[in-house]
Structures are given as C-alpha cells and as structure tokens.
C-alpha cells in the first residue's frame, strides 16, 4: 500500500508550473525590452543630422534633403505679411546670389503659426516671393515648426541649437555636413550673417583643393 505523499511534495510538484511560466514570461519582456531599445538605437543612428530629413515641396512631393548635403544651408521660416518680410527676403536673397548655388543655399519654410502672417497657399506664396523679390532659392510646403505637428526637420535644429523661433524670419545655418552651426533672430542685420557663410564657404573651398 502506497503511502500518501506529504504535502509539502505536492506543494512543490504545482509550482514548479507556475515557475516556468514566470521565466518564459520575464524572458519575453527582457527580449521585447533589448528590441526596443536596439530599434531606438538604430532610429538614432539614422536621423543624426538636418539632411537626413524628408521633407515636401511646393507641390506636395516629398523631397530627400540629402540632395543639399555638401553645401552650407540657411534654414529660414517666412512669412508673407510680416513687419520683416520685405528686409529679410532682399537679405536672403542677396545671400543666395552672393553665394550660391554651388556651395550655399538658402531653404525656405512658410510657416503661419507666428501672427497668422503666412495664410495664403503655396501657390500664393511662390508668386509673391519671386514677383516681389526675385527669389531663385527653394520655397518648401507650408509647415508648422511648433507644437505636436511640427516638422521633424525643425525639431532637430531647435532641438541642436536650444534656441526655438519665437517670430517669423528666424535663421539656422547648417554646416556642409547637417550640423547646426549658428543662428539668427528675424531683425538681425546682413553684416551679422554673411561672416559666417563666407567662413563656411570658404572652408569646403578649400577642403575641395586640398582633395584635388
């Protein structure tokens, strides 16, 4: 006759169970934990800098800014109908001509989240920029730049600089390689921003004769 067994044996036959289901349980949120955190490692890695962005231009096509790598970039929010406009895009303009197209170039954001000064459409916004001051540089689709639907290409240069826009015509110079390297305020003169261009300028000049 068989001898009941103690029930300490019993104890310990149905946890054993439950202790393989905790295991495989903390394995699958350790495993899902390390995924997570290579997937964000490599998101980081992939966004490291302003030309790795997408954005879209005037007419809704999506624009890789890997195309303005290489050169040194003025990245500027606009606005139509603001007390800095007529000021500010003569200077953009002045700076596009002076040093563009083969090593600068200045990138155009209409924004209206400043005073509601951009309401018009892209199409309006075009005609008014080259009918009034001749603009030749690259006018992208209206954005917003604050907030929750802001465009990630001006997240990193607020988030690279520290500095976030507080009106319309702010600038951010980037460097030849996606680097935020300066900024400037909307009444701001040209003599404050053209040493800084011409420095950048001049350097992949250089670097471009030392590789010959």
């Known amino acids: 006759m068989e001898l009941p067994l103690p029930l300490t044996a019993y104890s310990l036959k149905s946890s054993v169970p439950k202790t393989r289901v905790l295991i495989v349980f903390l394995s699958m949120i350790l495993f899902t934990t390390m995924l997570g955190l290579l ?61 563009g197209p083969s090593h600068f170039t200045v990138l155009a954001f209409p924004c209206n989240q400043f005073g509601e000064s951009e309401p018009g459409t892209n199409q309006e916004i075009r005609v008014f920029a080259k009918k009034n001051y001749g603009v030749t540089f690259p006018i992208f689709n209206k954005i917003k730049i604050l907030g929750s639907g802001a465009s990630p290409a001006f997240k990193f240069l607020i988030e690279s600089s520290k500095k976030q826009p507080r009106w319309n015509f702010w600038k951010y110079l980037v460097s030849p390689e996606g680097k935020v390297v300066n900024f400037w305020r909307p009444d701001e003169p040209l003599e404050s921003i053209r040493p800084d261009i011409a420095a950048l300028v001049r350097q992949m000049i250089l670097k471009k004769k030392e590789d010959l």
């Open 39 to 99: 997937q964000l490692k490599f998101l980081k890695a992939k966004v490291e800098d302003f030309y790795s962005f997408e954005v879209k231009d005037m007419k809704g096509k999506t624009i890789s800014l890997e195309k303005y790598r290489g050169k040194a970039s003025l990245v500027v929010n606009v606005a139509s109908q603001c007390q800095h406009t007529d000021k500010n895009y003569i200077t953009l303009q002045e700076l596009h001509r002076e040093f």
